[in-house]
Each structure stands twice: as structure tokens, then as C-alpha cells.
């Protein structure tokens, strides 16, 4: 007995014969979340949206885009892009109390934006500002460590691969032996003599 949702199986063997109408369908179907925990106990997983923050259909959306993207490579939709989300949300001088709405209603999805808007920030505001960015993303998901099994949009759906590479970049836990990926990825850079004086 299969544990995908209805038709997932029908639609996997079209595809294996060939079929490659039922693609569409079957990203869909891997990009939803499977047995997300529902009990009230845990109020930061609820992800219902907060007033001032993003609201429930937001953070579907969200999560559903950062499910695609562990499945194809896809450019995230304008306004689905984390940056541009915290931008329109968080911005403004109440920014600080918004994003702690936010955390208390989908904890590791507010450090998810945050995480996925690091790059952004680096090419409009710097390396430092980056930084930042980082740590607070990093701060939010250490007080919720314990969620994260329990968190179905966390363990399922956001692409970690799209952020896990910037804490060694922005030197925020300290250096690691090794890259943090798969990829035993080594960066030589020659200076020959003759280019010193530039």
C-alpha cells in the first residue's frame, strides 16, 4: 500500500511507460506535505498567517514553491521570493515585532524566509548586512530545534540546499572542515607574481 496520496502510483506508472504529460501532476503531488502533525500543542507550526505578517495563503504558496525547486530547477515566482516577501511584510520600523508574530505562528518558516533572503540582502546591502540576516534565521531555528520533526513544511517541503551553503560563506558557525553539501568542492586560486602590483 502506497503512503503518496491517491492516483500517485497510477500517474508514476504512466510515467514510467512513457508519459510525460503526468510530470505536472506528479511535482504536485511530491510537493505536498505528507502527515503534517495537527494537534494544538505547538502553535508555531500552525503557519495561519499573522496580521501584519504573511498570511496563510502566503506561506502555502511559499512552501509549495520551495517544494518545486527540490524537485526542478525553476526561477521562484516575483512575488514568492523570500526577499520580496520580507520586503512588502517587515521592512518598516515595526519589522522587529512583525517577524516575532510571525515566528510564533510558523517558526522554521520565518527562518526559512529568512535564510532564502540572504542572498538578496548580500547584493543590495552587504556582506555585513548578509551576515545578520543569517544569524537571526540561525537564532529562529535554534529556539525551535525541536520542532523541526514535527514541523511537515521544514522536514518536506523548503529546499535547505538553497540556504545550507551561507553560514560557511558568512563564516557564522565557525569553519567547518568541509563544504556543506555533497560535493567535495575545493577552491584554488592562483596569483601568479606579475599580477601582485595590481
Known sequence: LSSWPAGFDELLQLGEGGDASVLPR???????????????????????????????????????AHSKSRYMRNDWP??????????????GPDSDDVLREMEADCALGTAALLFGSVATIEKQEGHAAARRQQLRAEAIRLRH????????????????????????????????????????????????????PL
Open 78 to 91: 516575483r512575488e514568492l521570493d523570500p526577499a520580496e516577501l520580507l520586503s512588502r511584510c517587515c521592512s
Open 145 to 196: 530545534w525541536a520542532l523541526q520533526p514535527f514541523d511537515c513544511h521544514w522536514s518536506q517541503q523548503v529546499n535547505h540546499a538553497g540556504f545550507n551553503h551561507a553560514a560557511w560563506f558568512l563564516e557564522t558557525r565557525g569553519f567547518p572542515d568541509a563544504f556543506p553539501c555533497s560535493a567535495d568542492l575545493r577552491i584554488y586560486v592562483h596569483e601568479p607574481p606579475e599580477l601582485s
Open 26 to 64: 506528479l511535482l504536485q503531488l511530491l510537493s505536498e506535505p505528507q502527515a503534517c502533525y495537527e494537534g494544538d500543542d505547538m502553535p508555531e507550526l500552525r503557519c495561519m498567517g499573522t496580521p501584519r505578517g504573511l498570511a496563510a495563503a502566503e506561506w502555502k504558496k511559499f512552501f509549495g
